[in-house]
């Protein structure tokens, strides 16, 4: 696909992994729809990168009426959706049973299966429905990327929770690309190791180092620019498709 003047929505985009993505789609001539809950930040990702270029919209990813109804503004304000990376999510640890033996709130569980799993095939389904309206161009009308995480192989202890949504995310991938394969829609998930987002940069550095020491190679943080650039790759290669690819120096995560 050419990115040139293509249409890119990026959940998350506000921050983070998202915001490299926008960044790096942008770069490449495509015009940025954003969803986030982040208004602010939101706000300054579209000054960076200029009214004419970008547009935020305040959505909750896990809500149906809430990204429908931003899904029609997008169409109403882009005339068309080619891209869709799925960036949202959230991902604290906790253990099923705590110090004194007492179950871990099943909310907690739901919340993050909501954002994480639920929210991505919400978006995704939506966006299909706007791809699907697009004239075929080289065989294809668009191509949806997730966001799942090593975790979805490797979960460490208390992360239940989190590699449960993300290994939703990895195990509904080719479903989903089979499902939309006669109309020219691809989808892939991309599962990144260890990266350098800003949250994680607010650690100790004796933390972060410790992380980037257990990387393989090259033995540091993943840089989300990084993850951004794999995005863009996927989006333009066609043949791409169905896929899962693991972005993280080759770690294997250890228990703890």
Known sequence: MDLTNKVALVTGGASGLGRATVEELAGRGAKIAIFDLNA????????????????????????????????????????????????????????????????????????LIGINLTGSFNVARCAAALMAKNELEDGERGVIIHTASVAAYEGQVGQCAYSASKGGIVGMTLPMARDLATLGIRVNTVAPGIMATPLLMSMPEKVTNSLAATVLNPSRLGAPSEYGRLVTHIAENGYINGETIRIDGGIRMQPR
């Open 40 to 111: 602010e930040a939101g706000a300054e990702v579209v000054a960076s990168l200029g009214a004419d270029n970008a547009a935020f919209f305040s959505v909750d990813v896990a809500s149906e009426e809430s990204v429908e109804n931003a899904m029609n503004e997008v169409a109403a304000h882009f005339g068309a959706l080619h891209v869709l990376v799925n960036c949202a999510g959230i991902g604290p640890a906790k253990k099923i049973l705590n110090r004194e033996n007492q179950p871990m709130p099943l909310g907690d569980f739901s919340k």
